[in-house]
């Protein structure tokens, strides 16, 4: 084989393997971002529990006094 040849398939080896990392560390990123997402959603459920059970807790108060001013 040519010296050329293989400098030639050397190159274009090199730039697969750099285009096949930067293809990694673009997945790596976008798991990440899901995992954050992911995360944030859980804590949006949880507060959405607990605003509604305040909703519950004052809709209770709200009647309570409501009978009282009877």
């Known amino acids: 084989m040519s010296q050329e040849f293989l400098e030639q398939l050397r ?6 393997a ?3 990392q930067f293809s ?5 990123e976008q798991i990440r971002t899901i995992h954050a997402l992911a ?3 859980e804590d949006l459920e949880k507060e959405i529990v607990d605003l509604k059970r305040q909703i519950e807790t ?3 108060e709200n009647q309570t006094l409501s009978q009282l001013r009877r």
């Open 24 to 28: 990694i560390n673009r997945n790596k």
């Open 18 to 20: 750099d285009e096949r």
């Open 11 to 16: 190159e274009t080896i090199n730039e697969l």
């Open 58 to 60: 004052l809709k209770a």
């Open 39 to 41: 995360h944030a959603k």
